[in-house]
């Protein structure tokens, strides 16, 4: 496979969408054809019409303008639809195409990449990239708008014709050069614009903690000497604008002056006629909005390949992990650390007997997330192994090793949704965005109440909803549906921000336990609750995880009191192995860090 | 779920109008000189067209050819004089709206800060964040690029009639055939687009919203094999975006098939108007031509105008959203501001329901003598961080008082410094540099009072060692922090702000065990010399308040020194200590 690079993400962007470019750019070159007509026609009805008195000659000439309107109206119109469409069509695949290679069970994508920085290359990139299939029909509408202004110009006068067809960009090209240096003091004023734009939004993002230590007037403050340093900016920006705006002008004034000095005095001595004037005059003006076009496609393609070298960077990420072996029969759920370093592990064995709850504590808690990232198959090892009933993890397919060890990490993520979708995964159907679940209807008529609890305001029972109940009793999340307008099928916010951290904490749990894998692993899942709840999850996981294998790294004493085993990580390296009770007893590395 | 937000207000038609207008008076005057001076550019420039028929005129009456040189010098003259004035006028303008752009988005953001939490909660985090982001920017832009060109459309429009009228007033009556097809399109797009771009709006944020969801989600989504539903809503989402834009585009595109349509009429009127007059010799032909010429020019400056409609509707759609919080009354000012006698804290009698039929906190009663530390224990959903939300201001109790220093928190002093802080789990880092972010919480602090604070939490270590020290840039887009040293940021702050109360809910989650430990310490240091209600789920913390309250279902049903709560029979918090400690208590004695 040829390397990935921005030029073939926007060759395949546009190869997606190239019946609608296609039509696209046919319809576009009619309109722009249109455009160029009228005054040519224009020209036609006063030298024929006009200037003879003829009624049949208007009649026939305002029938051809009915005609090449009726033509630049259509095919604008379509023209733009498929253009647009094309356009938007092509972001939507690269936006979709680009949360599938972040989402990749193999990873990479989304190392050392901000999560608004990657939703900014899938929202605005991907949109520059869809612009680019809008643009380019009108580019080639452009260019043909202009090849059919120049023959309509060359048919009626060649020395007029070639004085326009030459003048224009030259014109353009010196309005170009002289607003330049304006152009230029106008760009180096947005950075300071763009950076107040951003500040808003900023400050509004830290709301809360603006106001828990009362800053909102200091905020205020310093938004407006932002904002007035941005308004002293903007008005220099807008003054260079307006010069070159002007200059624009003064300079397309000047050409126009020439083109009837030639053409009024080629017309005095007969050499055209004054409908060639007239069209020569028109054309001047006409021509100016295919190469004013021209520029801005041209702006529009170096923006579109700069964010399609973005994508492709994203897109052609190293995967983070590889292996493809299958797992095949049973999981019997014994795991074997041999010789594993990575993020400060050193040459670490540790053994986990299937079947057993097992602690893990870390004296450093990075290390702890270093074994975290590696069971979860979110980074492979600098070197040793992990294996899994003998099976070695780099080797399996990534897919496979998490369906049998679920890693349930400590900063897990909810989402927006009820709380049972949260829990459960939502029907197999994956198509389905998130929507209100009907309530079951009470005889009473009342939807949802409180006093129901938490579980009987569930549709109908089945396998999947006994799981549900037991996961949510284990993890104490039952108490968090209980709080929910709705129970159960009570919505949670985007990120399950509507709840406070013990409770998304609770319903990560829940959310781990229901998905009922051999081996889980649990990375500090009570940190953020009280210690009567946590002592009802530790019973309650130990029961509900009772014959499989549960490893637990933490350093609660709680959890680490109910484990079969203990293990205790110091310095990267397997240090000591026991029940919590010996440990305390006998380690006093292990007392210091558990105990504090 | 955006059908349950409650979202935030939106201004009526008629208050964005005022609101225009109170931004505009003060610079009256600018807006008059502005016009005046375009005005003067665009009239100058309408006397292309008829030196142009002149021309013309000049050959159909065989004039010599050095005849045509006094009208071509007459329009390079007016050339640079309508480049000049143009230019002039625009800088003008520019002023004018930039001016009251900016008035406008401080006036936003001021009030959007003082707006209370709950309702930005209820309203979901991306409504203000959009308003602040996308909608701020929407108006910016036409502002920045609508609003010269419409007036100089308009102005071109205007004066081109006139011009007309000039000629003959019947090429004026000729072009005007054009205005009932373009007054009822005009009409025709109004009433549709300004709901479709609403709603647009709206599924572009929940798009942007899942984006960010399901990529910040990424590592919780593989572990949990939900790939595909994710990747479901994704393309679900921005296949709800794409659809609802090309609804638009496809009105916008009937908006300008019809205008085609009104260009033709008027054209052909214009053009049998001429070839009627030239025919019963009341006009030149070069009259005839300059009025052709003058309806022709005149298609993009309508064009600009009406499709600028496209804009100003989008634009308005923003604006109204911006004064919608704007312009939210101001709530009432204390009757009299009063300063707090001293750091005591004292919630009475205080329930609480976010929801009419759900109660989280019942009659709560707490005194908390000046300097002292009260810690707050409870299951979670005890309604522990509710109370510290109520004693903290967020929220208004729905019954009771609150009083700090014997003043009650609504009749705090909102000018002078802020009696009581608070600090949740909740972490959170300004954009810009890292001193000025802890300018936030004191404005005039020194550098010296700044590392300072960071010392006395602990983060002065990490923080010299920063790439630019106290200058580095931080938050979004800066050098990124740890959760726990933006917890000990969140501390620093503190110190700068000093209140004398300060509020500190699970301070310490974030963090995990082992970090929870070095920011204990940073709390403790935090909290010296100032009265503090601490949520707190370890209790090594509620151990070393002064006194402990133990929550229950909105109720207290305990309270007392650790120590009197521990030996107490049967008692809530003895058990909580024997769960938590009970086995370390038997670990020790083994």
Redesign the interface.
Known sequence: MPQLTGGRVLREALRGQAGRITGSALLSTGHQAGEAMVPVVIGVVVDRAVGTGSSSQLLLWLGVLGAVFLTLSFSFRFGARLGERAAEQAGHVLRVRLTDRVLDACGGADTGRLPGALASVATSDAGRVGMVALVLPLGVAGILGLAVGAVALLRVSLPLGLLVLLGTPLMMGLAHLLGRPLQRRSEVEQDRIAHTAGLAADMVGGLRVLKGIGAERAAAERYRLSSRAALTATVHAARAKSWHDGTLLAVNGLFLAVVALVGGRLAADGAISIGALIAAVGMAQYLIGPLSMLVWVNGELAQGRGSAVRIAEVLASPAAVGGDAPLTGPITGRLAVRGLTHGGLRDLDLDVTAGQLVGVVTADPAHAEALVDLLGREREPDSGTITLDGHDLSTLDPEAVRAALLVAAHDAELFEGTLRDNVLAPAADGSTVPRQRTAPATLTGQADTAADGPLTAAPAASGTDSLLGAALAASGADEVAATLAGGVDGALAERGRSLSGGQRQRVALARALAADAPVLVLHEPTTAVDAVTELRIVNGVRRLREGRTTVVITTSPALLAAADTVHFVADGALTASGTHEQLVREHTGYRATVLA | ?T??RELLPTATGRQAVAALRALLRPRRWLAAAGLFVLTAATAV?LA?AP??GH??D???T????S???T???A??V???L??????????LI??LG??AL?EL??R???R????P?GQ??RA???D??S???ND??AV?SVV?SGL?ELARSLLAIGLTLAGLAVLDWRFMAAALLAAPVQLYTVWWYGGRALPLYARQRIAVGA??????????????????????????????????A?DL??RG??L???F??RL??A??IG??AV??T??LL??SGEVT?GA??AA??YF??LFTPVNIALGLIDDVQAATAALVRIVGVADLPEPAAPPAARTPADASLHADAVSHSY?A??PVLHDVTIAVPAGQRVAL?????AGK?TLAGLV?G?HQPTSGSIRVGGVGIGDLDPSG??AV????????V??GTLA?DL?????DATDAELTAALERVGAAEWATALPEGLSTVV??GGH?LTAAQAQQL?LA??VL?D?AVAVLD?AT??A??????VLEASVAAALHGRTGLLVA?R??QAALADRVVVLDEGRIVESGSHDELRETPDGRYA???R??SG??DA??A?
């Open positions: 779920m059908e349950q420039g292309v030196l142009l021309v013309v000049l050959v159909t065989g004039a010599p050819a005849a045509i040189t009208p071509v010098v329009l390079a007016i050339a640079v309508s480049g000049a004035a143009t230019a002039y006028g625009l800088t520019a002023r930039e001016g900016a988005r401080e936003f953001l001021n959007a800060l003082r707006l939490l930005v909660e979901g985090s991306g203000l964040t308003r602040a982001g701020l920017n910016a920045r010269p798009q942007q919203q899942q984006l960010l969801e399901t990529i910040g989600g990424a590592p919780t989504v593989r572990a949990l094999r939900r790939r595909e539903e994710h990747l479901g809503r994704v393309t679900g989402r921005s296949q709800d794409v834009t090309m585009v496809n916008v595109t009937r300008y098939a085609n349509l260009e033709f054209l052909s053009l049998a001429g070839f030239v025919r032909i005839a031509t052709a010429l022709h020019n929801t039929d759900r224990v409870g299951a979670s959903g961080s903290a967020v410094r802020r802080a608070l600090i949740t789990q909740e972490v959170y300004f954009a000025e300018r936030l919480a004191r404005p938050g979004e990124r969140a702050r503190l702000a209140p699970e989650a974030e995990g065990s082992a970090g929870a430990r789920h209790l090594t058990e909580l200590w769960a938590w086995r370390r670990d020790r083994a």
